[in-house]
């Protein structure tokens, strides 16, 4: 399992009218374990939003601090505000503890989690048993490579009653959407933005509760390698090019003084990608045995501010993969594909940039905003400045 890597995504769509979710969850990474809770808080709104912060975050604290199920829960319990109209402290929630190839799940009153092995349902054993009156359902798995867990809230399995379905959207039915939607290459971010958006469909665009899914996955690593401007001394532009180009895994370059570079450490040509740019985006171009080459400063400028908003509107991975333009490709990339991420940042001032108001440290900025949301996504992400 060493080779592999565990990597998560999750979507979530508002209860119509709400500006804040009922549905939280938590992610806690400590070395190689990773802990995550979903929860569901009751009713929508504030309320439920309060309720179901509190449960995701202490539970997540307290697991990772490896506290019994049993004193994590009851925790919750004695902390959850009561629910003056309904006089219950109530969230649901799943707990996920993956570490190595073996996977846990403690789940209550959510919609039992989901496992694709090679793109088919697996049913698991559970152990049902009652801590105080909370009836909890454990599992323990033996993960494999390209296994996915789809975890979920009930405002997935409820979508469409009383508008197009009956009784809701039927755990095999979610099964079969899964079965059919699987490649290897999904990545888990691009899986639970289709299941909700799917439910959304239910729904009517209008949903009648919050709607999350949380996809985890066990999948190979995927090194990504990108350099952003050449070496501040061109003496040193073969030895970084050797390092850059002897780095496992795909190989982008960003900009056009950075191609040239690149071309001639190579002996190959720049070739342009016609009809590749739009109004917004520069055209990108091909060299032999580079992976990607786009332009600088505007395309890194549009990718970091995509990264920005992935952050908060999850389902913007669908619209990230319909597109060819250089945007689109590098955000894909580097979003989807990468798992380990070596930026390589020049250090030489770009002349160029002079007339578009783009100082050095403008650049380097963009870089930060960049690997922060990179890192907050998951990504193990490495700047080496040269």
Same mark, same amino acid.
């Given at each position: 399992m060493e080779s592999l890597f565990i990597e998560s995504g999750h979507a979530s769509i508002n209860k119509h009218d709400e500006s804040l979710c009922g549905d939280s969850y938590h992610i806690t990474k400590d070395g190689g374990k990773l802990t995550i809770v979903l929860s569901d808080g009751l009713g929508s709104g504030v309320k439920a939003n309060i309720l179901s912060t509190l449960t995701s975050t202490i539970l997540s604290t307290l697991m990772s601090r490896k506290l019994p199920v049993d004193e994590c829960i009851e925790t919750v319990a004695s902390t959850l505000p009561m629910c003056k109209e309904r006089k219950l402290a109530y969230s649901t929630f799943t707990m996920a503890q993956i570490e190595g190839a073996q996977a846990r799940l403690v789940q209550y009153d959510n919609p039992r989690a989901i496992l694709l092995r090679n793109g088919k349902s697996v049913d698991y054993p559970t152990t049902v048993r009652f801590i105080g009156e909370k009836e909890i359902h454990e599992s323990t798995l033996r993960l494999?490579?390209?296994? #996915?867990?789809?975890?979920?809230? *009930?405002?997935?399995?409820? !979508?469409? &009653?009383? +508008? %197009?379905?009956?009784?809701?959207?039927?755990?095999?039915?979610?099964?079969?959407?899964?079965?059919?939607?699987?490649?290897?290459?999904?990545?888990?971010?691009?899986?639970?933005?289709?299941?909700?958006?799917?439910?959304?469909? #239910?729904?009517?665009?209008?949903? *009648?509760?919050?709607?999350? !899914?949380? &996809?985890? +996955? %066990?999948?190979?690593?995927?090194?990504?390698?990108?350099?952003?401007?050449?070496?501040?001394?061109?003496?040193?532009?073969?030895?970084?090019?050797?390092?850059?180009?002897?780095?496992?895994?795909?190989?982008?370059?960003?900009?056009?003084?950075?191609?040239h570079t690149v071309s001639r450490f190579l002996g190959k040509p720049i070739i342009p990608v016609l009809e590749s740019g739009t109004d917004t985006v520069p055209a990108i171009a091909q060299i032999a045995g580079v992976d990607l080459v786009t332009e600088g400063v505007i395309t890194l400028q549009q990718v970091a501010e995509l990264a920005e908003k992935y952050a908060s509107d999850n389902r913007v991975s669908l619209s990230i993969s319909e597109k060819t333009d250089g945007v689109s490709l590098l955000a894909e990339l580097l979003f989807e594909q990468a798992t380990d991420i070596t930026i390589?940042?020049?250090?030489?001032?770009n002349e160029a940039h002079d007339s578009l108001d783009i100082g050095f440290d403008s650049k380097a900025m963009l870089i930060k905003r960049l690997t922060k949301s990179l890192t907050d996504m998951g990504k193990n992400v490495k700047v080496s400045r040269c």
């Open positions: 494999q490579e390209n296994d #996915l867990i789809v975890l979920m809230t *009930d405002g997935i399995t409820n !979508a469409g &009653v009383g +508008k %197009v379905m009956q009784d809701g959207w039927a755990r095999k039915d979610v099964i079969e959407c899964l079965e059919r939607w699987y490649t290897p290459e999904l990545s888990p971010q691009h899986l639970a933005a289709m299941l909700v958006n799917a439910a959304l469909s #239910l729904c009517l665009d209008s949903p *009648d509760d919050d709607i999350t !899914a949380l &996809v985890c +996955k %066990v999948r190979a690593r995927q090194a990504v390698n990108v350099i952003i401007g050449p070496p501040a001394d061109p003496k040193d532009d073969d030895r970084v090019l050797r390092l850059f180009f002897a780095k496992e895994g795909k190989h982008v370059v960003c900009g056009g003084t950075t191609a390589f940042q020049g250090q030489a001032v």
